[in-house]
């Protein structure tokens, strides 16, 4: 069964101080990792898509990278603004009649001034 | 430009209710997704409609659940009867076709619904 698994749950960073998010993921045949910002009482915002194993995308202070196994999500000079919860996400070949898309329960980011 | 919107925002029923939630996608969005949260847990695929018609529907709990797209517009998801494990967040998505597989999903802000 595909399986997304975030971690930490939570992270508290203050201003200017990187780190980076972790998605493990199982997927019988991996047809893209999504990478997605949910604000609190929003809806998720989509950041990211990758691939393949070596890919890598940059969006401001955030950057995504993916390996076989994993994925992380790493921020750069973090700001007060870039608290979120950020959410991963696969599509597998199981899904391949659907976009259905499998998320990990996401790690909330707070970002102290 | 006019984002996914639900509707109501927020319902608190009973235990044997019925609830209509209803989501209007971006204009010209082909695919219409529902995904629900339920407390403490991850976002949960339901089902996908290409314009009219189920794409998908194997996520849907049971067949106390019922999905519609009239037209190929606005969906609604229905619950008759409501139960305490329905309760949670009830986000609508959609996208163009032509996007499908970079992913990129625009999601409402979702329908939150408590069963009593």
């Known amino acids: 069964e595909d399986q997304v698994t975030q971690s930490p749950e939570a992270l508290r960073l203050q201003e200017g101080e990187s780190s980076s998010l972790n998605c493990s993921y199982t997927v019988s045949g991996l047809r893209g990792l999504f990478w997605y910002r949910q604000d609190p009482g929003k809806g998720p915002e989509f950041l990211f898509t990758?691939?393949?194993a070596g890919e890598e995308k940059e969006k401001e202070r955030l950057k995504a990278t993916l390996t076989k196994k994993e994925s992380f999500l790493h921020i750069t000079a973090p700001k007060p603004e870039d608290s979120a919860t950020y959410l991963c996400a696969v599509r597998g070949v199981r899904s391949y009649n659907t976009d259905k898309l499998i998320f990990g329960t996401g790690t909330r980011l707070q970002v102290f001034p | 430009e006019a984002g996914v919107t639900q509707f109501p925002s927020h319902s608190v029923i009973e235990k044997g209710q019925t609830v209509t939630l209803r989501c209007d996608p971006i204009s010209g969005h082909d695919n219409l997704y529902w995904y629900r949260r339920v407390m403490g847990k991850e976002i949960k695929f339901l089902l996908h409609f290409v314009k009219e018609s189920k794409q998908d529907e194997s996520g849907m709990p049971n067949n106390r659940f019922l999905a519609e797209r009239t037209g190929g517009t606005y969906s609604t998801l229905k619950v008759q009867p409501a139960e305490l494990e329905d309760s949670g967040v009830y986000f609508c998505?959609?996208?163009?076709?032509?996007?499908?597989?970079?992913?990129?999903?625009?999601f409402g802000e979702g329908s939150r619904l408590t069963v009593l």
């Open positions: 990758l691939y393949s």
């Open positions: 998505a959609s996208s163009q076709l032509a996007k499908t597989r970079e992913g990129e999903l625009f």
